[in-house]
């Protein structure tokens, strides 16, 4: 499954990330909204917090963390954040995960232990864990540019309508199979979407008796069609529907997890998760399906 990330950023109108105001309540208020597994945030961001806002002890002592919000990960191979506790007893994370190396001292790994917060060694020197920390941050300097060229860019990317030219099914463990896709029609506007596409290998041609399909005819027909519609939402590379019309009776009022992109014209539309009314998640079994469309002409 393609991971889904949010990349939090503060730049001022002229281009700058320094000498801005920090506001966590802001902060707080917009991360609420993301719903991720886990937070990623470097050494130094912590320390000057602390330093700025003071450290939040708690008068308990011992092992902290909730049950709620995301896990707080923090690169750490020196050992030089000690006030997990205070971290760890508000209320944005559930727990702690620090990712440390060899040079780490045992006095801190001790330490963490002690409060609950599972230590990662990811390799020998504090490089190891810089190497891994670079591609975080190349995504935030894509993010930033992103937005300088955002006037650009149509305000919905998907916008239109579209027909389907390969459809493959994509197992947990990264298997591919290409099942064969035939006539389709996908429609997205104004924050409302219609999807509709045959696939299989046995692609069913006119019915025998024109207009009067046979129940074996129904029922092939029937099981190589995908057909909803309903409402979309767009965040970041995520795209949610809502379904209000489906095929599969289950799915109306259901929900279904994409993710998209772009390569050249094409529009990759990996379709991760679909839940139905009642909450029933489909057993897909960690197999994903991965469409791949042209804009119709």
Known sequence: MVPHVVVHGQV????????????????????????????????DTLLAAAEMFGEE??????????????????????????????????????GGLALCTEATP?????YLSEVGV????????????????????????????ACAEQSSLPEDPLEGAWRLISMHLISADGDSVEVPAHESLFIFADGHYSIGYAFGEAHSGPYAERWHPSETEKVARFSSLIVNAG????????LDVHALFALAPEFVDGEGVFSYGFSGDTLELTWERSVAFDGLEYPSGGTVTLLRLLQAR
């Open 12 to 43: 001022s109108v002229d281009g700058r990330i320094d000498w801005l105001p920090i506001d966590p309540g802001l902060f707080y208020e917009s991360a609420a909204r993301w719903k991720e597994d886990a937070t990623l945030a470097g050494t």
């Open 57 to 94: 002890e708690s008068e308990e002592g011992g092992v902290v963390g909730g049950s709620g919000g995301p896990l707080l990960i923090v690169p750490d191979s020196r050992g030089r954040l000690k006030h997990w506790e205070a971290l760890l007893r508000s209320p944005y994370w559930r």
């Open 106 to 110: 045992e006095g801190h790994l001790k």
């Open 118 to 145: 599972e230590a990662l060694m990811v390799g020998d020197d504090r490089g190891e864990i810089m190497k891994r920390t670079k591609i975080v941050l190349a995504g935030f300097v894509a993010a930033v540019c």
């Open 231 to 238: 409402s979309y939402r767009l965040t970041g590379s995520r």
